[in-house]
Structures are given as C-alpha cells and as structure tokens.
C-alpha cells in the first residue's frame, strides 16, 4: 500500500529528516509510528500527504510513484486518504456537521447522503448530539474527535494520523483508538503517530520507531 | 476502498460544476458580509476611482454629440467688397472653386441675402427705409470632407481673405471646432485618468483578495489537505472578487448619475451660450454607465487572478503534522 525505498528528505539546517529509509505497509494494515520529536514522524507523513517531496529515493503508494507529482495531481490523491491533524484544523465558522461533511462535499456526495454519513461518523465519535454547534465551542478533545470523523467519513483506503490522542484524555484517548481499529477491521490502511506507548502497547499492533530520520525498528 | 458511485448518492457532473460555481458565489458573497466595514470602504474606493473617468468620458463623449455637424460647422462666408461688377464675382467664384479644399460654392446676391434674412428676422420694413440695400455680395463656401482639421480651414481662410475683393471670412461656427478639441482634451484626460484608476483598481482588489487570503489561510490549508482541487479553492476568492466589481460598479452608476445631476444646470447655462441644448441624456446615458459596471468587473476579475495566483499555490509545504 505504502512504501518508501531508500528515502532522504533534509532540511536546511534543521533537523526532522529521514535518512535512507525503506519500509513497506501493506493493505489493511494497522500501524504505529513512534520516536522522540524531531525524528521524523512528521516528515514521514508529510511525504505521504505529498506536502513534502523527497531528496532522494521514492514513495510509492498503490503502486504507483508520488514523490514527483505535479501539484495538479495531488488533490484527487489526497482524496483518498484521511488526515488527522494535531491541530484539528476545522472550519471555525462551519457547523461540526458541515466540517465533518466537507469531504463528501468536495468529491460530490448528494447532500443529503453527505449529511447521512457525517452523521453516522459523528456517532462513530460520540459526538453526534453536537452536531449543530460551532467548532469553537467544543473542548479540544471534542475538536479533535470532529477531525477524526472528518478523517473517516469518505471511508478513504488510508487513515494518517499525528497524535490524535494528544489532547484526549487516556479513557477517551483508547475509545478513539477503537473508532480506528474498527475502520481497520473493513480494510482501511492505517498509520498513527504517537508518544502514548502505553496505549502502543495495550494495543498490540506494529510499531515503527524512528530515530534522528532512520527506521530503528519496524516490527 | 472502493467508492460507490452510485448516481443516486452522487450529483452528476454537470449539476456538480453548477453547484460549486453556485456555492462559490454565495460562500464569496459572505465573505464581504462576514466583514461589512472594511468591504464597504472598499466599494465606496473603488466606485469613486470608476465615476471619475466615468464621469469625463461620459461628459466628452455627450458634448460631442450635441455639437452641429462637422460639415456645417466648417462652412466658410466670405463678404466682398462693395462696387464689385458681375463678372469680378464670377471670377472670383471660380478662382474659389479652384482651390483645394473647396467642395461648393455659391453666390448670394445681396437682394437674396435680404430675403433669407427676412425668413429670419422680420426686418425687411427697416430695410426699406434704407436707401439702399445695405447687404454685402456673399459667396457661401462648404469645405470638402478632406478638409478636417482647424489648421487647414485656418489656412484657406487666410487664402481667401487675400484674394482681391474679398473684405472678410467668417467661419460659420468658429467656436464649434474649438470645443470640439476641448472635448477632445477632455477624452485624453478620461483616458489618462481612466488607465491611471484602473492600475489603482487592480492594486485595491488585488490588496483587498490578498488580506482576505491571509485572513483565511487556515480555512484554504483545510481544503488543501483535504485534496480540494486548485478550481474548487480559487472560486470563491474569484467570485468575492466579482462581488466587489458589482457593488463597485453599481455605486460608480450612482456616484455619476449624481454628479450628472449636480452638474447639469451650470452645464446648460454654459452650453446656452453658445446655442446647444442640453440633453439630460449624456449624464444618464446606458450604454457608459453599463460600461462602467462591465469595465468594474472585469477589473476586479482581474486583480482577484493577480492575488491568488501566487498566493494560495506558492508552495505545498505548509507545515500541519
């Protein structure tokens, strides 16, 4: 599904690289990726989104190669994947129910079918009885939860994930990792980024660890 | 995963193209609401620097077209002397006929200019207390076509006035050709006005865009990320922009009806003087004041692409993760 082979990407200056790296993850998988900071978490993902391009070596994603794509190309890519931020990044003057719609809106769902699965994915959160407020009037938590059912609700092959967890409390940080799991369970690739290696654990499934820009483990 | 493209669950393409032009013109209208005091002071900017060209051209243009015809006015009367014998007015009405620049020309005995003048002005009961017809020999001269500009009809005035006999040249209506090129300055200066608001123009829109963007630069790096396409992102900024144009281009038809109104008493005291009736018309004329509009939004159509172009797809490495 996803692979990287032989990829650099540095920074002038800066660190958050990744040196050399090679790693495969395949359809339907679940993964973990995690390390301190500035050790390329965000540049990994980064490069899947296509935000970012390689220095050297290449990103292959179905297959096909991403890491040169003409800015032209890049949004029905991006389609198909889901992305979850750290900062939610929500519409601030939209309804939760229109920001969690907004995918669908964007690929031309009826908007009547929009609203149907923007809602079923606000309940997939629990935050279904919200629907009707505005972004800025929910906790950060609550936020981030919107932006994961964002993330979901256009059912996309891959789920990119950078802390989702980070402003969630621990009970609801495990319940959010449930709505991932059970989009993992019909087949979504999924990819997060965490510090929580309790919940890494708990959890039980593969872990990619990076260290200064290198894959130190992928097991 | 495989999406359903199921017709029922998705528009089809053409009623997709509709809705998001539609979307677009509505979401572009709320972004001016969203920040009425700002927007308003950029209407009302942009209106004045469009009713002032507006306002010369419109004002040139409708003189102009008040003005006798070009023909008319430059006819040229030229008054012999007294005592002169038939034959000397012939040869001097051939000598005339010669010249370049000459379309026609006909004589008018004095007796004739007495009975057009009784058409005029029912003076003929002083005339006959006269001892003699006091009227000049007259020889009407029209200019040909080719002969088009003051200088030339200067010169052959000058011509004629040295030829022998002749007493003096009266160009019918001197003074149309000298407002005529003050119309004519008048139209230089709308020009020069105009392409000097429109460079302003386009710098206001494209300012007013650019803030709009910077404001909005989240909202845009939302619907990049989650894989808008450059059309989808860039069309409600183009249509704020045309928004702007049309209630620009709207209060610019105001702003000048007003000054037309303001202006057309003065303007028609002016213009009596020299015989012209004014016609309300050139103040409240359709066609420039619909120009205006249609100049108004294509100007801000303009200055919209200018902004967004560099701004919103500069670079893709905005940092989210």
């Known amino acids: 599904m996803i692979r990287f082979q032989n990829v650099t990407k540095s920074f002038e200056g800066s660190q ?7 790693l495969h993850i395949r359809p339907g998988e679940m993964v973990f ?30 297959g096909s190669d991403i890491s040169d794509l003409r800015s032209s190309q890049i949004p029905s890519v991006r389609r198909q994947m889901g992305l979850v931020f750290q900062n939610p990044h929500l519409l601030n003057h939209r309804t939760v129910l229109d920001n969690v719609a907004l ?41 981030q939860r919107v932006g994961i059912a964002r993330a979901v609700v256009s059912r996309p092959a891959i789920i990119l994930a950078d802390e989702p967890t980070g402003n969630v409390d621990p009970e609801m940080s495990l319940e959010m990792m449930r709505v991932f ?23 039980g499934h593969r872990v990619i660890t990076l260290d200064h820009g290198r894959v130190v483990s992928h097991g | 995963m495989a999406k359903q493209q199921s017709d029922s669950l998705y528009y089809p393409p053409m009623t997709f193209f509709f809705l998001g032009h539609f979307r677009a013109l509505i979401y572009g209208f709320g972004q001016l609401w969203r920040r009425p005091a700002g927007n308003l002071m950029t209407i009302f900017v942009l209106a004045i620097a469009l ?63 007495l009975q057009e003048l009784n058409k005029e002005f029912p003076i ?14 007259v020889i009407a001269i029209s200019p040909s076509q080719l002969t088009n500009n003051l200088q030339q009809l200067q010169n052959l005035n000058q011509q004629i006035a040295q030829l022998p006999g002749v007493d003096t040249v009266q160009m019918a209506y001197q003074w149309v050709q000298q407002v005529m090129h003050l119309t004519k300055v008048l139209s230089r200066v709308a020009i ?79 213009l009596q003087t020299f015989q012209i009736q004014l016609h309300a018309a050139i103040f409240f004329n359709g066609c420039t004041l619909f120009g205006v509009l249609l100049v108004s939004i294509i100007l801000s159509w303009i200055g919209t692409r200018l902004s967004v172009q560099r701004a919103v797809f500069g670079s893709e490495n905005d940092c989210v993760f």
């Open chain 1, 16 to 22: 958050g690289g990744l040196s050399q790296v090679s």
């Open chain 1, 103 to 143: 995918p669908l809106y964007l690929d031309g769902v009826r908007i009547e079918e929009a609203h149907k699965r923007a809602n079923a994915a606000l309940d997939k959160v629990g935050l279904h009885h919200k629907k009707n407020q505005m972004p800025l009037t929910l906790s950060t938590g609550e936020q």
């Open chain 2, 192 to 270: 020069i006005v105009g392409v000097i608001f429109a460079l302003a123009i386009l710098l206001m829109i494209s300012n007013t865009i650019r803030l709009t963007l910077q404001k909005d630069k989240q909202d845009i790096q939302v619907f990049r990320f989650l894989g808008a396409s450059r059309a989808t992102i860039l069309r409600p900024l183009l249509y704020q922009g045309l928004w702007l144009g049309i209630f620009a281009g709207v209060l610019a038809m105001i702003i000048m009806v007003m000054i037309g109104l303001l202006m057309i008493h003065p303007l028609n005291d002016l």
């Open chain 1, 181 to 203: 799991e059970n989009f993992n369970a019909i087949g979504t690739t999924i990819l997060i980024a965490t510090h929580d290696l309790g919940l890494v654990r708990q959890l």
């Open chain 2, 51 to 113: 009713a002032l060209p507006g306002c010369f051209f419109s004002f040139a243009h409708g003189i102009k077209q008040m003005l006798p015809p070009w023909q008319k006015a430059a006819d040229m009367t030229v008054y012999l002397k007294d005592g002169q014998s038939a034959d000397a007015i012939n040869q001097l009405q051939k000598t005339i006929n010669h010249m370049q620049g000459i379309a026609s020309t006909k004589v008018i005995s004095p007796s004739q200019g």
């Open chain 1, 33 to 62: 990726v995690t390390g301190h900071s500035g050790a390329g978490k965000s540049t990994l993902f980064k490069l899947i989104a296509m935000m970012e391009k390689p220095t050297r070596g290449e990103v292959f994603l179905n």
């Open chain 2, 124 to 137: 003929a009961d002083i005339v006959k207390q006269l001892p003699s017809n006091p009227l000049p020999t």
